[in-house]
């Protein structure tokens, strides 16, 4: 296995080690090559990963340890990954299996959809190993569906293809998970991310435990995950997405769940909505806000601070007083704190005040290392309007 040492100062707790850490020259290396990793001043291991020389992160660590990366090391690790969720946090059929860095796994996300695996592998070094991995995946959980949905734009500039397909079974129909009694159908193949969000799942159902009638606006709704969860409880509700496949789903979804007669959705763009809807005078009891991520990179992090200013901002107009607001962030260059600003002041720009009910963050089958804050990534605020 390959050598590679590092500056002295390398922080121990980050996967990550930029380029202007190393002392090495790695240019001699192909994108996924293995290599261990040393201190330079002290000749000590830092761990094992695999190395990009053409990527800024150009080491993505696997362990801190010397270890073997073999079949034996990612069943062991997957296994790791598979306790945590079933025994620890008790979830059996829908969650996360894999969450990339989270699990010492950088660059691979696994999802369990019941009897459906959803793969995604976002770095050149984790390629290497994509038949290892969809082997071991396929021994330990006996799937009858197994989807490869490689589209992130990041393997791009790992020098990846974009790719879809279905490696085992038939995806004759799209598959149904039942979430906190509701069910939805979903698009693993075609739909944003592995097709569902599984990290709302525990934002979604406080705010579902907290109301009991009214009307809501969802806004971003996709395939209309927070609208049918409010239907369920009584609530009307109206969901907004610029994606007419999401709003087909949505519709679709209303209707197995029966509750076709509580829920419109509807195709638009979420801020030409918000405007029409203010110059109409309406008035909601809800507003869901769940938009994309706003910002992919540190450049534009200050127009995705305006954005999410001026959206949550106009969607406060609509908000009937002792009206509940449930906003996100999934932008991980927006920290908690500076989301937090932004709400407050879009309610202030209103001349209204909120008052915080909930502060969620990303389901727990998404763990945090604190040791690498750009593992947390969603932020969840719902708040009320006082007056």
């Excluded at 203010?278 to 954005?307: H, L, M, T």
């Excluded at 600003?341 to 945090?368: C, W």
């Amino acid at each position: 296995m390959e050598k590679i040492f590092v500056k002295s100062s390398k922080k121990y707790g980050t996967l990550w080690i930029y380029k202007n850490e190393i002392l090495s020259d790695i240019s001699k290396f192909s994108a996924g090559t293995i290599v261990k990793v040393y201190e330079s001043k002290t000749n000590k291991i830092i761990g094992t990963g695999y190395v990009n020389p053409k990527s800024t992160i150009s080491v993505r660590l696997l362990s801190f340890k010397d270890e073997t990366v073999d079949e034996i090391f990612f069943k062991k690790r997957i296994l790791q990954c598979k306790k945590y969720r079933e025994e620890f946090l008790g979830l059996k059929e829908n969650y996360r299996l894999i969450f990339s860095e989270s699990d010492f796994l950088p660059g691979l996300i696994v999802d369990k959809y019941d009897r459906c695996i959803v793969i995604q592998i976002t770095t050149a070094g984790m390629e290497q190993f994509k038949d290892l991995i969809i082997k071991i995946l396929d021994e330990i959980l006996c799937p009858e569906l197994i989807i490869l949905k490689n589209d992130s734009p990041s393997r791009l500039k790992e020098g990846l293809k974009i790719e879809k397909q279905v490696i085992k079974g038939q995806l004759d129909e799209l598959p149904v998970i039942v979430e906190d009694d509701v069910k939805f159908i979903f698009d693993p193949i075609n739909g944003q991310k592995t097709g569902f969000f599984l990290d709302q799942r525990e934002n979604r159902t406080f705010l579902k435990r907290i109301v009991d009638a009214g009307e809501a606006l969802d806004l971003f709704c996709y395939i209309g995950s927070w609208s049918l969860h409010l239907a369920k409880k009584g609530v009307r509700v109206t969901g907004v997405d610029s994606s007419q496949n999401a709003i087909d789903l949505a519709k679709e979804n209303a209707k197995i769940n029966s509750l076709t007669e509580r829920c419109r959705f509807i195709k638009a763009d979420a801020f030409d909505y918000l405007r029409w809807e203010i110059k109409k005078n309406r008035q909601y009891d809800i507003i869901v806000i769940d938009p994309p991520a706003f910002v992919k990179s540190k450049a534009e992090k200050k127009d995705a601070i305006e954005g999410y200013l001026n959206l949550n901002a106009l969607a406060i107009k609509l908000l009937k007083r002792n009206g509940i607001l449930a906003t996100s962030s999934c932008s991980q260059h927006i920290s908690e704190d500076e989301f937090y600003e932004i709400v407050k002041q879009a309610f202030m720009k209103n001349k209204k005040t909120p008052r915080l009910i909930y502060k969620g963050m990303q389901s727990k089958d998404h763990p945090i290392l604190l040791s690498m804050p750009e593992t947390a990534y969603l932020k969840c605020l719902i708040v009320n309007l006082l007056d």
